[in-house]
């Protein structure tokens, strides 16, 4: 019985690569072109069972449902705003559900995805650290919400995908392999062919992390979750932050620069009393001068957490002011997506 659970236990197909696909096809007699034809359906084509790939015999499709699995993320359930924004609730394989987003402009459509479901972080003031970490998502399951999002980008819009941002739930550094993988096979002609330009990863700000894809030369641009460029202020508000000073995050951004020549974007919520101050812009224009960087100003969303408040609108034009007065590009990110749970901070799996 134990025996025969183990042989029944099937492969999970896309965790094979193109090469492994290729033997498995001579192996079993067949030409290793079949393996290429089939990685497309997986991949290119984002195939949801054996029975779609309709250029390969029946007895094929058949011998390869004996033999693997593929464990397609389904779209759960789906919300759409009333500004266009589109959240999908995707149940994995075993049951968890992660979210994603698609955010369209005039010009573009954004895919907001996901890297662990919940978050190892604790950052105060986002819903999805209230959730703690289940686990990591894999590579397939990173890509499948870009490819779901291209669909409906498609369906809804009319166009292909244009950005990806890793914003969604989880800190994507500390799923570091995984994520790479994912966006390798995202920028892939063999995948969905994006352009790494199109694909930014945010971070909270890992210092070790960023050196490492500085040191792997990853061509995607990288933004920093920084709120506040004073310790003690950034260690209240993302307690994690204690363990990684900012001289340290200002160390590993200069070895980002040095080797990538990226502009870093620096992720930047102006909170009531916590960072709204003189001494908060300054701090922040001086960490600014580091590197070449932007910075967006994202407006708050209300987490039910009484000691975070939008910041008056006046306190955000200082911000401006200022960082424009010293040639620091500023963008004010307006908020999309608010009515269905879906703005930055908001994804705690929850329907609204
Ligand atoms: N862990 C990564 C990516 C996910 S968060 C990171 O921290 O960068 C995506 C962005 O949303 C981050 O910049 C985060 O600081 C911001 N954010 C979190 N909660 C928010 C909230 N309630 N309102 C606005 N932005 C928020």
Redesign the pocket.
């Known amino acids: 019985m134990g025996l025969n659970s183990r042989m029944d236990k099937k492969q999970d197909i896309r965790a094979l690569t193109k090469t492994q696909l290729r033997d498995f096809f001579i192996e079993n007699g067949d030409k290793a072109f079949r393996g290429n034809q089939v990685y497309e359906w997986l991949w290119a084509k984002s195939a949801h069972s054996f029975e779609d790939m309709t250029n390969i015999s029946k007895e094929t499709r058949q011998m390869l449902e004996n033999h693997f699995v593929i464990n397609h993320i389904e779209v759960d359930y789906m919300q759409r705003s009333s500004d266009g924004t589109v959240k999908n609730a995707l149940r994995l394989h075993d049951g968890l559900i992660v979210e994603s987003v698609l955010i369209p402009t005039k010009s573009r459509t954004t895919a907001c995805v996901s890297s662990q479901v919940g ?1 190892s ?1 604790d ?1 105060k ?4 650290a209230q959730l703690k970490k289940m686990r990591n998502l894999n590579p397939d399951e990173i890509y499948d919400q870009v490819a779901a999002i291209n669909k409906e980008s498609l369906l809804y819009y009319n166009h292909k995908l244009s950005n990806i941002v ?7 550094l500390m799923n570091y392999n995984n994520v790479l993988k994912a966006i390798d096979k995202i920028t892939s002609p063999e995948g969905l062919g994006i352009s790494p330009k199109r694909i930014t990863l ?3 700000g890992l210092p070790k992390m960023i050196k490492k894809l500085a040191d792997d030369g990853v061509k995607f641009n990288l ?1 920093v ?1 920084l ?1 506040s460029a004073i310790d003690e202020v950034r260690s209240r508000i993302m307690p994690f932050s204690t363990a990684f000073p900012l001289n340290e995050l200002k160390e590993a951004l200069i070895y980002w620069y040095a080797k990538t020549n990226s502009r870093v974007s620096y ?1 930047y ?1 102006v909170w009531k009393g916590i960072n709204d101050g003189k001494e908060a812009i300054n701090e922040l224009v001086k960490f600014c001068k580091y590197v070449p960087c932007k910075v967006n100003l ?6 039910d957490a009484d000691e975070f408040q939008q910041a008056n609108p006046q306190a955000i034009e200082n911000y401006i002011g200022v960082l424009e007065m010293n040639n620091i590009i500023v963008n004010v990110r307006r908020s999309r997506g608010k009515d269905i749970d879906a ?4 994804l705690a799996n929850k329907k609204s």
Do not use: D, K, W
Request: aromatic content about 10%; hydrophobic content about 35%.
């Open positions: 978050c972080l950052c003031f986002c819903a999805t890793f914003m969604g739930m989880g800190e994507p945010s971070t909270s933004a979750s709120h992720e919520v994202i407006e708050y969303n209300s987490i703005a930055c901070g908001q």
